[in-house]
């Protein structure tokens, strides 16, 4: 199912949509760029920041709720069992297998958009932790089964957009550069986020029955829904990359159905 090259789908190269764009006839192999080079312009383009601040958050967030302590957060204040909470954590895995394609569809055809589409996710995820900071408790069984469903669709599945918004911020040349660059932010953020959360709960100490009290829980959930609204001011700030009005200004236009 894998095309080798765009025109294989009857879209224009790269090469020539740039010739369109530019009024320049590019050459025929993108001239390399040095990796002391890319990495010199990954870091000198401000608009990194933000995206880079916003995997921090959004994948600190997903590894450490989802991938450590929800597990924890179920059993403790819910009272399930490890099946159940297995069970639930589930969804997790599903999620990412059906929503990931999902999102990159919805960002190229319904929102025709990757800022608006980060920027969406992110209130959807931070909605959800103000929502579980007054709700910390007592909530229906399947309603903990779309809450992490829903928090899987908005934290992780929005990555596969995020990712491609870095590679379009540089030149093709350097898009390795930038993606390995960039990589660095949702593992660091993970490593970060994991133990943060474990000292808020280690310093509102144990119940007696050897799990943390909702009270702490209440104060992690409180951390996330700040850092959720901390990811939306890097999502208001992201840089637009999503190409196609370009493109299809290039693939309708008479100009460039001659120079084909």
């Known amino acids: ?28 192999r993108p001239v390399p760029i040095p990796l002391r080079q890319g990495v010199k312009l990954v870091l000198k383009e401000p608009r990194f920041y933000p995206l880079a601040l916003w995997f921090f958050c959004n994948a600190g967030t997903f590894f450490a709720f989802g991938g450590l302590w929800a597990g924890p957060y179920f059993m403790d204040v819910y009272g399930l069992s490890k099946p ?25 055809n319904l929102f025709h958009s990757r800022k608006k589409t980060i920027i969406f996710c992110t209130i959807c ?12 408790s007592g909530l229906p069984i399947p309603l903990l089964y779309a809450i992490i469903i829903i928090f899987t669709a908005f934290s992780a599945c929005t990555m596969v957009v995020a990712f491609t918004t870095l590679k379009e911020l540089y030149p093709v040349q350097i898009a390795g550069t930038s993606i390995a660059i960039g990589n660095f932010f ?4 993970g490593a970060v986020y994991m133990a943060v959360l474990g000292k808020i709960l280690d ?5 007696t029955e050897g799990g943390y009290p909702v009270e702490g829980y209440i104060t992690v959930l409180t951390f996330l829904a700040v850092s959720s609204v901390l990811q939306l001011i890097c999502a208001l700030n992201l840089k637009e990359t999503f190409p196609e009005k370009e493109f299809k200004t290039a693939r309708h236009s008479k100009k460039f159905q001659q120079a084909k």
Do not use: Q
């Not at 310093?203 to 119940?207: D, E, L, Q």
């Open 1 to 28: 199912m894998v095309r080798n090259t765009p025109a294989e789908k009857g879209w224009p190269s790269i090469a020539e949509i740039e010739n369109f764009r530019t009024g320049m006839v590019p050459p025929e």
């Open 84 to 108: 159940e909470t297995g069970a639930i954590l589930s969804m997790i895995a599903w999620t990412m297998i059906a929503g990931s394609p999902l999102m990159a569809i919805a960002s190229d």
């Open 125 to 136: 995820l931070a909605a959800l932790f103000i929502f579980l900071r007054l709700y910390p």
């Open 186 to 189: 949702p593992f660091f953020g």
């Open 203 to 207: 310093g509102m100490g144990r119940s």
